[in-house]
């Protein structure tokens, strides 16, 4: 049973995962051709600046902690000389360190030209608050939804 558990789980996080990238990919997509201060104006300043190779680099990055619950379970149990012992075991406790860190490129104009992405919750994280770090004035899914929205007033 344990390992038919596993198995969904760990098949759960593969979905997740295959549809959160090109969503990462297309959210940090929509800011290129746009000024780095559009950026900075919905995600605020960025962390740290890079010179690296002739381009300007800016960083983004969001770390967290997660520390998860310590679960003790017990059983009582008989074995075969009619003796009953309690058989106790600990899970958890365990303190996660999460990391997303987005990379734009940014040319001499201040125009957003290429970027990327790293850590161990990028992209899964963002595909859950999307709205966060996509732009606002190239946002293809809210294109999408208004055209939705236009064709239910036109029927």
């Known amino acids: 049973m344990k390992k038919i558990i596993l198995f969904f789980t760990v098949s759960f996080m593969y979905i997740n995962i295959a549809q959160a990238e090109p969503f990462m990919d297309k959210a940090l997509d ?11 104006k919905y995600w605020g300043y960025p962390d740290s ?22 679960v003790e379970r017990s059983t009582i149990k008989t074995d075969k000389k009619g003796r009953t012992y ?3 075991h600990k899970s ?23 970027y990327s992405y790293k850590g161990n919750i990028c992209p ?4 859950l608050k999307a709205k966060k770090i996509v732009n606002p004035e190239n946002n293809e899914w809210e294109q999408r939804k208004l055209e939705k929205q236009a064709k239910k007033r036109n029927y």
């Open 30 to 40: 929509s800011w290129v051709g746009y000024p780095l201060e559009s950026v900075i």
């Open 49 to 70: 600046q890079q010179t690296i190779a002739g381009k300007n680099i800016y960083i983004w990055e969001e770390k967290s902690e997660y520390q998860s619950d310590t």
């Open 86 to 88: 309690v058989d106790t």
């Open 92 to 114: 958890g406790g365990s303190t996660y360190e999460m990391l997303c860190r987005k990379i734009l490129e940014v040319n001499s104009d201040n125009i957003v030209s290429g």
């Open 124 to 127: 899964n994280a963002y595909f």
